[in-house]
């Protein structure tokens, strides 16, 4: 069974601080990785996709991935009250078929 | 460019009846993906076409579930007979290339079978 898993938090930051949230996957064969953002009640939306080991940044966005502990992270910094939002974590499910295995995703509260 | 769009937007039925979602892809994307997500669970895929052919149906949960793409353009997913357990919402997605890559997604159709 593949999975990806994610701290369902919340996770709670302060405005300006830096949000670290993070991910596991265990199909070995997943060669891509993405962030996902959902706001309450709308669809999941793009921020970031990662395929190589290191870090890709964009703008106060920096997704990690790491695929020798089939690990993957995303930083945002400087959060702002609307970053809160659902995060999903989605890995690639190998291939060239394009389904995604998704996290369950983590609750992500900025505070003013 | 208009995203993709699914409708109803929120449907309520009741134990064996039949629905049907309807999802239309961004204009040009070959790629149409369903997924669903039960309450309390991951997204999970469901389907994916190619145009007008099914690549990959691996995530379809039984024979009550239809899906359809005629002409390659808008999907359509069919549960006949609805159960409890098909209550969630529903998503589709597009894209343009296959492979690995991010793709849109659909507001959702939120299921609810009573």
């Known amino acids: 069974q593949k999975e990806v898993e994610q701290n369902s938090g919340p996770l709670s930051v302060p405005e300006g601080a830096i949000a670290s949230l993070n991910c596991t996957y265990s199909?070995?064969?997943?060669?891509?990785f993405f962030w996902y953002r959902q706001y309450s009640g709308k669809s999941p939306e793009l921020i970031m996709s990662?395929?190589?080991?290191g870090d890709k940044e964009d703008g106060r966005f920096t997704a990690q991935l790491n695929k020798a502990s089939q690990y993957v992270s995303l930083l945002i910094r400087d959060s702002q009250p609307s970053d809160s939002a659902t995060y999903l974590c989605a890995a690639g499910g190998g291939g060239s078929q394009g389904n995604l295995i998704f996290g369950k995703g983590t609750k992500l509260s900025v505070k003013p | 460019e208009a995203g993709v769009t699914q409708f109803p937007s929120h449907s309520v039925i009741e134990k064996g009846q039949t629905v049907t979602l309807r999802c239309d892809p961004i204009s040009g994307h070959d790629n149409l993906y369903w997924y669903r997500r039960v309450m309390g669970k991951e997204i999970k895929f469901l389907l994916h076409?190619?145009?007008?052919?099914?690549?990959?149906e691996s995530g379809m949960p039984n024979n009550r579930f239809l899906a359809e793409r005629t002409g390659g353009t808008y999907s359509t997913l069919k549960v006949q007979p609805a159960e409890l357990e098909d209550s969630g919402v529903y998503f589709c997605?597009?894209?343009?290339?296959?492979?690995?890559?991010?793709?849109?997604f659909g507001s959702g159709t939120r299921l609810t079978v009573v």
């Open positions: 990662i395929y190589s080991n």
């Open positions: 076409f190619v145009k007008e052919s099914k690549q990959d």
């Open positions: 199909d070995r064969g997943s060669q891509s």
């Open positions: 997605a597009s894209s343009e290339h296959r492979g690995n890559y991010g793709y849109t």
